[in-house]
């Protein structure tokens, strides 16, 4: 599975990709309003700096709008991927850019009847919100696991990013059902390594180690 960082910040990014885990990056307008900087700036910085694709989303509601933003977000970077939401017009432009050799990520997919419309219309990515569906007591993870089946079934080439991702648990769970890619907050994604065990487990080795003699 990959491992795509859920987030706008350069720190987290930079911090991340040194251990090659970033294999690409995911933003929306909320993500982008934290950080303070033009939007332009954020996604060329981040595409510059990560090799893989980088979803930078359209804010247009028609679908001209979404059309004529999508086609100047992707002269950004040659990495980039207009991300469009599930809406009649985000179906309609996700298809006309995709007709353009343009990539897409079409965003705000809650149900497996909504993702593959989105498929069909020749979305490269679709990302149902696991932890948003999870919120109003709908088991997210299982829109994850269909959206698998569905897509294995009929041969598609779009891949499923798992997103709004909260945990631990929903990272396993999203490897497990098959999900091609998870997007994981920046702030989450540390914890991933971190184990209390491994840190009392180093710990008694460092300490035992120093009672061996050393050689002279
Ligand atoms: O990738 C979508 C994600 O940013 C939404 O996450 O936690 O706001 O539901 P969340």
Do not use: C
Not at 51 to 79: D, L
Not at 136 to 150: E, F, H, N, P, Q
Not at 186 to 212: C, M, N, Q, Y
């Amino acid at each position: 599975m990959k491992f795509f960082l859920d987030t706008g910040n350069m720190e987290e990014i930079t911090r991340i990709s040194r251990l090659g885990l970033v294999d690409g990056v995911t933003t929306n307008p909320s993500i982008i309003a934290k950080e303070k900087r033009p939007f332009k700036d954020i996604i060329q910085d981040i595409a510059r700096l990560v090799p893989g694709p980088v979803s930078a989303e359209v804010i247009g509601t028609t679908t001209e709008e979404m059309i004529k933003e999508g086609r100047e977000i992707a002269t950004w970077a040659p990495n980039i991927v207009v991300k469009l939401p599930l809406t009649e017009s985000g179906l309609e432009a996700t298809y006309q850019l995709s007709q353009e050799g343009i990539k897409t990520n079409v965003t705000l997919v809650f149900s497996a009847a909504q993702g593959l419309m989105a498929a069909k219309a020749g979305a490269t990515y679709i990302s149902p919100f696991v932890g948003r569906l999870d919120d109003i007591g709908v088991d997210g993870m299982k829109l994850v696991r269909d959206l698998k089946a569905i897509l294995s079934e009929y041969n598609f080439s779009t891949e499923i990013i798992a997103a709004s991702i909260r945990s631990i648990e929903h990272v396993e769970q999203a490897a497990l059902a098959g999900s091609h890619i998870a997007t994981i907050p920046g702030s989450l994604l540390p914890s991933l390594w971190k184990h209390p065990l491994t840190d009392i487990g180093l710990e008694r080795f460092l300490k035992d180690w120093a009672s061996v003699p050393q050689t002279k």
